[in-house]
T-cell receptor, first 117, second 114 residues
Framework: AQKITQTQPGMFVQEKEAVTLDCTYD???????LFWYKQPSSGEMIFLIY??????QNATEGRYSLNFQKARKSANLVISASQLGDSAMYFC??????????????FGTGTRLTIIP | DVKVTQSSRYLVKRTGEKVFLECVQD?????MFWYRQDPGLGLRLIYF???????EKGDIPEGYSVSREKKERFSLILESASTNQTSMYLC?????????????FGPGTRLTVT
């Protein structure tokens, strides 16, 4: 079973509109963390935002916020007032422990966001 | 400014060749990771290292090996390259714990095996 699921392969959004990118996860570990990364066409991976499983409030970083619904196991990324520079691939990832107690990230398949002028 | 560098942006190799991909970080991070990225599959973890000379298999280790002799350097080795290893390879590093601490990524190496 997929541990991180991103169901939107691609999205087109009008400039200045808000956009929500979906992410659901699957884990039985009570301690975990969720990350969102942006990958522009240049290829570099840019960290956007982090949410810990015990954090009471939704994480926010500038125009980015994470809509964390623990019971539904979802961690959607919300981008307010989208800009042309937001066009990129977006990945959701989950921190989890390996069988040997080390930490790793598991990534989803990504959503390609295109902002239309 | 923190940095993860990879030895090549583009690499073309022949089937059966031994291929070395090098990654260096200057942040004194304990953890280093190798991923491959393919369209529609996202990033998949090949191997990672949590200390010098220590490693752990990721989700797709078959056909790859790694070496970490120094803290700042992590090498991915394709013992006998095959065409199905044509991909984008991304290196990353992080502090020992990922709790609130993100991974920092290199620019990637696009490997083509012909």
């Amino acid at each position: 079973a997929q541990k991180i699921t991103q169901t939107q392969p691609g999205m087109f959004v009008q400039e200045k509109e808000a956009v929500t990118l979906d992410c659901t996860y699957d884990t039985s570990d009570p301690s975990y963390g969720l990350f969102w990364y942006k990958q522009p066409s240049s290829g570099e991976m840019i960290f956007l935002i982090y949410q810990g499983s015990y954090d009471q409030q939704n994480a926010t970083e500038g125009r980015y916020s994470l809509n964390f619904q623990k019971a539904r196991k979802s961690a959607n990324l919300v981008i307010s007032a989208s800009q042309l520079g937001d066009s990129a691939m977006y990945f959701c990832a989950m921190r989890e422990l390996t069988n040997f107690g080390n930490e790793k990230l598991t990534f989803g398949t990504g959503t390609r966001l295109t902002i239309i002028p | 400014d923190v940095k993860v560098t990879q030895s090549s942006r583009y690499l073309v190799k022949r089937t059966g060749e031994k291929v070395f991909l090098e990654c260096v970080q200057d942040m004194d991070h304990e953890n280093m990771f190798w991923y491959r990225q393919d369209p529609g599959l996202g990033l998949r973890l090949i191997y990672f290292s949590y200390d010098v000379k220590m490693k752990e298999k990721g989700d797709i280790p078959e056909g790859y090996s790694v070496s970490r002799e120094k803290k700042e350097r992590f090498s991915l080795i394709l013992e006998s390259a095959s065409t199905n290893q044509t991909s984008m390879y991304l290196c990353a590093s992080s502090r020992r714990t990922l709790q609130t601490y993100e991974q920092y990524f290199g620019p990637g190496t696009r490997l083509t095996v012909t």
